[in-house]
């Protein structure tokens, strides 16, 4: 045990020892070793990271502070992350198998966030309403709400913190980030870099341990109005339930069963990368996921062998190597749910035409790595069609027209993205606009921006992330009536 990187937790501008003394091993996912021991707060530390939030919200300088200057912050904080990217990058890598290729890419751009709404932050204005009452002045103002609790999963952890911190603390809140106890390090790394740049203690906290003990007691807290939720759909259900006792706000960002769709009329090649790009980068392991390819069935012969050839190419092994294409599976529990539900589709009646195993490379070494797999004759009932994977797990379905492709596309649960393959701008126009999901691409895959609203229809969440209106959802309304009557009118009558 001794050999292991033992961390802290930051609370109130200070770095702590879990109440209880416990601690929580973290693998790396390519050895399949711990290398390190992350705080396992329970609701004593809960309640000391609340009170730590609400003390910087109400009193000392962070509400003195004006928009502009909670700007300044966020965006000596997006410099602070471009600097340590690299850093940051090798620490993803190691705790969570993220491909370092990825993750330089992901922490470069991670500080365009804190940029997007530190420069926000001074420019969220109230409006002057026209009053059709005579003698009264009525404008409204934005105010903050108080204590967030953001709550991140383990798939990219930095990258789903900064679509919730930047307008959290832009809208002048405070935060108690909880991030997944699989992959702690890196939010934790990064509270040293919202030190360094000079935010107040108590603005931003980290408290990490389990989702059922620390993250529980969080969202019941009286003292926190809102929570920011990344996970999966039973445990964000579960969320909103319990914060919905207290009132709290809740946005959700949920999982999906993303279709892919490719019409006769896609440039093949391109197509092909777009299916290899929706389902085996990063694993699979990404919220947006093409889990289901929809082919037309006149390509579907040539686009098969073509994806086959492709699929086959991708080099496994070490996420550290920038050669890498497909890493390990992050957790050793989602290893094994990936496996489950290959054997899932292979008894369901779908064909498995490539990996459907473990990967026994010897580039693999001990590491959780599942093969890239695709099923063919998937119908859209079977469960491997419906549930989400969270793999490099591939269900590909024939259509016969755009009617049935859109029927086809819409008919899960779930309704976070859609890509549409196709070179006719009527039909890409057509179906983006019946296709239930909050983004859809056309000839491309897997595209987001700070400055592009993200979010699931259906059960795949709740309000959304990114773009102007995010900070929104940070923000409270107040409408002020002000009277310029010379004299006050009956009383017992509404103006
Ligand atoms: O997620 P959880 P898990 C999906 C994916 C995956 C499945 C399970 O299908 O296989 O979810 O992954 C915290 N109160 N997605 O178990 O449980 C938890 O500690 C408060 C899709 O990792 O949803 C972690 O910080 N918090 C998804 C976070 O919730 C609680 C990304 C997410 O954990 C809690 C990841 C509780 N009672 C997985 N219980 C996406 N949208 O991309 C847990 N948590």
Redo the contacts with the bound molecule.
């Keep these: 045990m001794s050999e292991l990187v033992k961390h802290k937790m930051f609370i109130g501008g200070e770095w702590v020892e879990p109440s209880s003394g416990e601690y929580l091993e973290s693998f790396n996912p390519f050895t399949g070793k711990p290398w390190a021991l992350i705080p396992r707060g329970k609701a004593e530390d809960a309640k000391r990271a609340v009170a730590a939030a609400k003390q910087a919200f109400t009193s000392g300088p962070w509400p003195k502070m004006n928009a502009t200057q909670r700007g300044a912050l966020l965006r000596k904080l997006g410099d602070l992350i471009a600097a340590n990217a690299e850093r940051l990058a090798q620490l993803e890598v190691r705790d969570n198998g993220k491909l370092i290729a990825e993750m330089l890419a992901q922490l470069r751009y991670i500080p365009q966030w804190y940029y997007y709404f530190g420069g926000l932050a001074d420019k969220i204005q109230g409006s002057v309403i026209p009053s059709d009452k005579p003698d009264m002045f009525n404008y409204t103002r934005y105010e903050p709400i108080g204590p967030c609790v953001l709550?991140?999963?383990?798939?990219s952890p930095l990258l789903l913190l900064a679509y919730k911190l930047g307008p959290c603390l832009a809208a002048g809140n405070t935060a108690i980030l909880?991030?997944?106890?699989?992959t702690s390090a890196s939010s934790l790394e990064f509270a040293k870099l919202v030190h360094e740049a000079g935010f107040p203690p108590g603005v931003f906290n980290v408290a990490t341990g389990?989702?059922?003990e620390i993250?529980?007691a969080?969202?019941t807290h009286p003292d926190v109005v809102k929570v920011a939720?990344?996970?999966?759909?039973?445990?964000?259900s579960?969320?909103y339930q319990?914060a919905a006792k207290d009132l709290k706000r809740v946005t959700l960002?949920?999982?999906g069963k993303s279709p892919n769709i490719v019409f006769e009329d896609a440039v093949i090649d391109d197509a092909v990368k777009g299916a290899v790009s929706g389902i085996f980068a990063a694993t699979g392991q990404?919220?947006v996921a093409g889990s289901r390819l929809l082919l037309h069935e006149k390509i579907y012969e040539p686009f098969m062998d073509k994806l086959l050839a492709l699929a086959k190419t991708a080099r496994m092994g070490d996420p550290s190597s920038m050669e890498t294409q497909v890493g390990p599976v992050t957790?050793r529990?989602?290893y094994e749910?990936v496996l489950r539900y290959i054997d899932i589709g292979k008894d369901g009646g779908a064909t498995c035409v490539l990996g459907g195993h473990a990967a026994q490379r010897q580039e693999c070494g001990e590491g959780w790595f599942v093969e890239p797999t695709i099923f063919t004759d998937v119908k859209n009932s079977m469960r491997i069609a419906q549930e989400?994977?969270?793999g490099p797990v591939l269900s590909v379905i024939k259509f016969k027209d755009d009617e049935e492709a859109i029927e086809i596309g819409n008919d899960v649960v779930f309704g976070l993205a859609a890509g549409v393959w196709t070179q006719n701008v009527r039909r890409a126009i057509k179906v983006t606009e019946r296709l239930q999901a909050g983004t859809v691409w056309v000839n491309t895959y897997r595209a987001v921006s700070f400055m592009s609203p993200f979010g699931g229809y259906k059960r795949s969440g709740l309000g959304r992330e990114n773009g102007q209106d995010a900070i929104k959802e940070y923000l409270q309304v107040k409408s002020v009536w002000i009277s310029t009557a010379a004299d006050v009118p009956n009383p017992f009558v509404m103006r």
């Design positions: 709550i991140t999963a383990w798939n909880k991030p997944s106890e699989f389990l989702g059922a993250g529980e969080l969202v939720f990344t996970g999966g759909s039973v445990t964000g579960h969320v319990t960002e949920l999982g990404t919220c957790t529990p989602q749910k989400e994977v969270f």
